[in-house]
């Protein structure tokens, strides 16, 4: 039989590692006669395409893998391929069905069965079932067999006509065998034979399963033991990865470093077998580093690695309503002295929306956060899932939170539905402009002219909407515009008044004056600073017209480029391919009147005429900026 295994991604650069688990241990253990076909899609798929698509392939039986994202899509897709396909068999799999199986299977006639927790050997034995025309069918469950599931239940009996793990409708009555005891991760087959299926996406790996925390919003909690994958079969499949030059790993492990001596071995295998390529991504608990791991990491190549840090909230009462022990002195000791290695990418994580914490507090967590300069700050809403802790805990917080999925926080006791609006919109620029990387120089240099980034944000969303931006898309260009132009009207009439030397505040190439205090702005440079961010992300042709016209120093450029190339391009001098002309199409020359060096490398701003050359071929590895000489004697 034909075994049709889908998964409906976020995102085209996802991949969905658990139906190919499913395939490889079921190839590896199950019936030779059963023949196995993967499908990947996303949740921007027209659902007719997916459905044509899934019919022509001619499955007996169709899997999906379901997630918060996707049920939508499973839901309507099971529904209408039962019409044009009365006979095929849907299963069902995965986090969103796991823990709310009966009532999933009650609410969706379509669907036959759902595998409950881990399931390569559930997966594995219903093929086996299936192969040899003995899985039970919806009128097929004998008086007997329901009695034997029954027991089964109390845990006395194991029933041999479905495996464990499963709850499946037969005529009007739903069974389950409950949960399949955890797996053995050595057991489950590496599943990456051919990268080529996985070009431009990002590869996912796990080394571990479950995680030794209870937070109550996660379903990692659910699983109290950690089980890990032996290194002696991690270690090769690193290598794997590294021999095939994959742009990234995405560790799946829910806390990585929860075993230090399982997480220095994978971080010291891939320090000493680097490729100058790779990039490995774990999610990690900072304040569990110490000085050994952090010792490795500053020996590390840029871009070797990238941390994502969960701290969720700096409130205590909030840290401990939510069972997250966790030392946050630690916690940002330690992202600081990463953030020092300057090789290091981090993310830090806050989520709104958690018991105990109302909107000045998230405030506080918000700027408490910015205050490490993480490369990226993600702004989350609380998702009430199945299963977890929070779901039990809906009425002692007075959650209410989206019935469909991705139970989404509306309100709770300590948080209106007004507040979260207003977080929405602040969340919406920080993805914009702080976690795209894009206007890092801009923010750092206005942000401390407001009373706290927090305040940037929120006043700046509130304009953002008023002029109905939020319902619109942007370009490039668009996005320099309207914070410049909210930087020089509203916010600049708001601004205290800061003196300018007005000399020193003219711009070169042909543009005029910054404005003043007096005539518009009170925050100088900041089209210097706008021309800094635009410049070091991309090698624009057509400038917008508030950077001004630099046709005026055209002659003097071309010039640069034909007499200084040792200088500004010294690893293609000395290899003898420097040509002028080339040389000039991936790069730009830019003059500003501050330190532009100072700023990137010390994050200090000081008065000082520069030109300075912006080489794309060599960005930065972590923040993927333009490679920036500071010219000298021009």
């Not at 199950?30 to 044509?52: C, F, M, R, S």
């Not at 007996?60 to 939508?72: K, L, Q, R």
């Not at 040899?132 to 845990?155: H, K, N, T, V």
């Not at 919003?217 to 030059?245: H, I, N, T, W």
Request: net charge negative; glycine share 6%; with cysteine.
């Amino acid at each position: 039989m034909r075994y049709l295994l889908c998964g409906i991604n976020a995102k085209y650069i996802h991949s969905n590692l658990a139906i190919f688990c499913l395939k490889s241990y079921a190839q590896e253990n199950g019936p030779d006669t059963a023949v196995y076909e993967i499908k990947e899609y996303t949740i921007n798929h027209y659902v007719e395409n997916i459905l044509q698509d899934i019919y022509e392939v001619g499955a007996d039986v169709v899997i999906f893998s379901c997630y918060i994202w996707n049920i939508s899509y499973v839901r309507e897709l099971a529904e209408e391929l039962k019409k044009v396909s009365p006979n095929l068999q849907i299963w069902v799999g995965g986090p969103e069905v796991s823990y709310d199986a009966e009532r999933f299977l009650a609410g969706n006639p379509a669907v036959n069965l759902v595998m409950q927790g881990e399931g390569e050997q559930v997966f594995t034995a219903l093929v086996t079932l299936m192969e040899q025309g003995e899985l039970p069918g919806e009128e097929e469950c004998s008086e007997s067999a329901a009695q034997d599931i029954l027991y089964l239940q109390s845990g006395k009996l194991l029933l041999k006509d479905m495996p464990q793990g499963v709850a499946w409708r037969s005529g009007d009555a739903i069974y389950n065998t409950g949960f399949v005891p955890m797996m053995d991760m050595d057991m489950i087959p590496f599943v990456y034979e051919d990268f080529q299926l996985f070009a431009h996406k990002i590869i996912y790996y796990e080394t571990s399963r479950g995680c030794p925390f209870s937070c109550s919003y996660c379903l990692s909690s659910v699983e109290k033991r950690v089980r890990f994958r032996s290194l002696s079969l991690v270690m090769p499949e690193l290598q794997r990865f590294l021999d095939a030059g994959v742009p990234q790993v995405k560790f799946v492990d829910r806390t990585f470093n929860c075993n230090k001596k399982h997480a220095m071995a994978i971080w010291r295998y891939i320090f000493e077998h680097d490729n100058g390529v790779t990039n490995f991504h774990f999610e990690i608990s900072a304040d569990l580093l110490d000085e050994e791991e952090l010792a490795l990491f500053e020996k590390m190549r840029p871009g070797l690695i990238q941390l994502e840090i969960g701290v969720q909230s700096t409130n205590p009462e909030t840290i401990r309503a939510i069972h997250r022990p966790m030392n946050l002195n630690e916690v940002f000791a330690n992202v600081d002295k990463v953030h020092r290695m300057g090789n290091i990418h981090q993310h830090l994580d806050l989520i709104a929306g958690l018991p105990k914490e109302n909107y000045a507090q998230f405030r506080t967590s918000f700027n408490d956060l910015y205050a490490h300069a993480p490369d990226q700050l993600q702004l989350g809403f609380l998702k009430v899932l199945k299963g977890t802790r929070m779901e039990a805990e809906v009425r002692e917080h007075e959650l209410r939170y989206r019935s469909r999925p991705p139970y989404e926080v509306l309100s709770t006791r300590w948080l209106s539905y007004d507040e979260v609006i207003r977080l929405k919109g602040i969340e919406e620029l920080v993805e914009m402009y702080y976690n795209s990387g894009q206007y890092s120089c801009t923010l750092q240099y206005v942000i401390p002219y407001f009373e706290s980034p927090f305040d940037f944000f929120e006043q700046f969303s509130l304009e953002y909407r008023k002029k109905g931006y939020h319902k619109l898309n942007h370009s490039r260009t668009e996005k320099y515009e309207i914070l410049r132009n909210y930087l020089r009207g509203e916010a600049g009439r708001r601004l205290p008044c800061k003196s300018v030397d007005a000399a020193n505040a003219e711009v070169g190439c042909g543009r005029g004056a910054e404005a003043t205090h007096e005539n518009e702005s009170q925050i100088p440079y900041l089209d210097e600073m706008l021309v800094l961010d635009l410049y070091l992300r991309e090698n624009v042709k057509s400038r917008p017209d508030w950077a001004g016209d630099a046709s005026v120093m055209r002659k003097k450029v071309k010039e640069l480029y034909r007499t200084r190339g040792a200088e500004l391009f010294p690893e293609e001098w000395t290899q003898g391919s420097y040509d002028s002309k080339k040389a000039a199409n991936y790069s730009h020359i830019e003059y500003f009147h501050f330190d532009v060096a100072r700023l990137l490398t010390e994050g200090v701003f000081e008065k000082k005429d520069v030109w300075c050359l912006f080489d794309y071929g060599r960005r930065d590895p972590r923040n993927k900026n333009a490679r920036v000489t500071t010219l000298s004697d021009f």
